[in-house]
C-alpha cells in the first residue's frame, strides 16, 4: 500500500462526488456486482454498504473482483474516452494542419464537450495542443539550423510575428534569440505525456519541464539572464542521456535516472529535491515524510514550496509526493499528469516484483 487509506466514509462520500483526487490511488470493489471502479466511474453508484476500498488494482483482482468495462480502472483514464482518442490519432497524423473549432464541428463533435475533455485530461484544450504540437515542429527545424521563416513555415504559422509571438509566449524568448552555439542549450523532447524541453549544459541537466508548464517562459528567462552567450539551441550528452531514459521510463522498462543534474536553488530546497530522488518508483510519500526525513519535521509548507520549485520534471520526482490522506494534490504538470506517472510505476515496480514471484 502506497498511504494510509483515508475512512471508508470519506472515500463513499468522493465516489458518489466523482472527487478526481483521488483517481488512480483508490479503487471501489462493489460486492454487489463482483466489479471495481475508479471513483470518478459514471455507473449508477452502489450503497454504501455494498463497497470496499482499496489501494490498488492488484489487491482489487487477488479480492476477486473483476474490471469494470465503464471507467476501465485498468487503462489510463484518457484513454476512455473515445472522443480524445480519436482527436489525438488525428494530430500524430497531420501533426502540421492549422486546427479551428468548424473542423471539430465538422467531424461531428459538440466543441463544448470537446474543451471540457481536453481541458479536464490534460490542462489544456484540443485547440491549444494542436498548437503546441505545431511549435514543436518550428522547434525541430530552428535546432537543425533551419531560419526562422523555415520554421514559421513548417509551424504553419500564417505570419512571422505570430509564430514570433507564440514562441515567446511558450518558451519565454525569442526565436531569433536562440543561438546553435550556447553554452546551455534547449531541446523539444516529446513523451507519452506530452512534450518536454530540456535544457542543459556540456556536464549537467539544468531543466526538464513540459511545455504547457506556466512557469516555464520564466523558469527558462532565469537561465537565459545567468548564462553567458545567452540561451541555445540543440542538446549535449546529458539531454541525450535525460532522453534515453526516458525512452525507458515510460516503456515501464526501468525507473532509474542516472543524468547529472545542476540544481537552482538554496540548501533547503536541494535538501528536500535530494529527498526527493531516494523515493522508489512505485511509492509515493507526504510532505510531512520528506520534512521529517530532512530533519525538519515541522517545516511542511516549505517542502511543499520547494517541491513546487523544481524544474528537473520526472527525474527529481516531485510527482511522487501526495497528500497525507492519499488524495493527489497540486502538480504543475497537472493532476492527470500526475496520477498517469504514478501508474506507470506500479506498472515498474510490478515488473520488478515479478521474478521474485515466479520463483517463489
Not at 172 to 180: N, V, Y
Not at 213 to 240: N, Y
Not at 269 to 279: D, E, F, G, P, S
Request: charged content about 25%.
Amino acid at each position: 500500500m502506497l498511504f494510509d487509506l483515508p475512512s471508508d466514509d470519506l472515500l463513499y462520500d468522493a465516489l458518489v462526488a466523482r472527487d478526481d483526487r483521488y483517481d488512480g490511488q483508490v479503487f471501489v470493489c462493489v460486492h454487489s456486482t463482483g466489479i471495481f471502479c475508479r471513483l470518478t466511474c459514471p455507473a449508477r453508484k452502489p450503497l454504501r454498504e455494498n463497497c470496499t476500498f482499496r489501494a490498488t488494482v492488484g489487491e482489487c483482482i487477488e479480492a476477486g473482483f473483476r474490471a469494470c468495462k465503464r471507467c476501465h480502472p485498468l487503462q489510463a483514464a484518457a484513454q476512455n474516452d473515445p472522443v480524445i482518442t480519436d482527436l489525438l490519432a488525428r494530430l500524430d497524423d497531420r501533426p502540421d494542419y492549422r486546427w479551428s473549432e468548424p473542423d471539430i464541428a465538422r467531424l461531428g463533435y459538440d466543441l463544448s464537450t470537446v474543451r471540457r475533455a481536453f481541458k479536464r485530461h490534460f490542462g489544456m484544450t484540443f485547440l491549444e495542443m494542436a498548437r503546441q504540437r505545431r511549435l514543436r515542429e518550428g522547434f525541430e527545424t530552428l535546432a537543425l539550423g533551419g531560419s526562422v521563416m523555415t520554421a514559421q513555415l513548417d509551424a504553419s504559422f500564417e505570419s512571422p510575428s505570430a509564430f514570433r509571438a507564440a514562441f515567446a509566449k511558450l518558451l519565454g524568448t525569442a526565436p531569433s534569440d536562440l543561438k546553435s552555439d550556447g553554452l546551455m542549450r534547449a531541446t523539444w523532447i516529446p513523451t507519452p505525456l506530452g512534450d518536454m524541453v530540456a535544457v542543459s549544459s556540456a556536464s549537467h541537466l539544468h531543466l526538464l519541464e513540459f511545455v504547457d508548464r506556466k512557469g516555464l517562459p520564466t523558469e527558462l528567462k532565469k537561465l537565459q539572464a545567468h548564462t553567458a552567450g545567452g540561451l541555445g539551441i540543440g542538446t549535449f550528452g546529458p539531454t541525450e542521456q535525460a532522453k534515453a531514459e526516458l525512452d525507458d521510463y515510460f516503456a515501464a522498462r526501468s525507473g532509474r535516472f542516472e543524468t547529472p543534474l545542476a540544481m537552482h536553488g538554496t540548501d533547503f530546497y536541494k535538501r528536500v529535491w535530494q529527498a526527493l530522488q531516494t523515493i522508489p518508483a512505485g511509492e509515493t510519500r507526504s510532505y510531512g515524510d520528506i520534512a521529517r526525513q530532512i530533519g525538519q519535521p515541522t517545516a511542511v509548507r516549505a517542502v511543499a514550496r520547494a517541491n513546487g520549485s523544481n524544474q528537473i520534471a520526472l527525474i527529481i520526482p516531485c510527482h511522487r509526493v501526495i497528500g497525507a490522506d492519499g488524495s493527489l494534490t497540486g502538480y504543475a504538470g497537472g493532476l492527470w499528469r500526475k496520477q498517469r506517472l504514478i501508474e506507470i510505476e506500479r506498472d515498474l515496480k510490478a515488473a520488478r516484483l515479478s521474478p521474485l514471484r515466479a520463483s517463489a
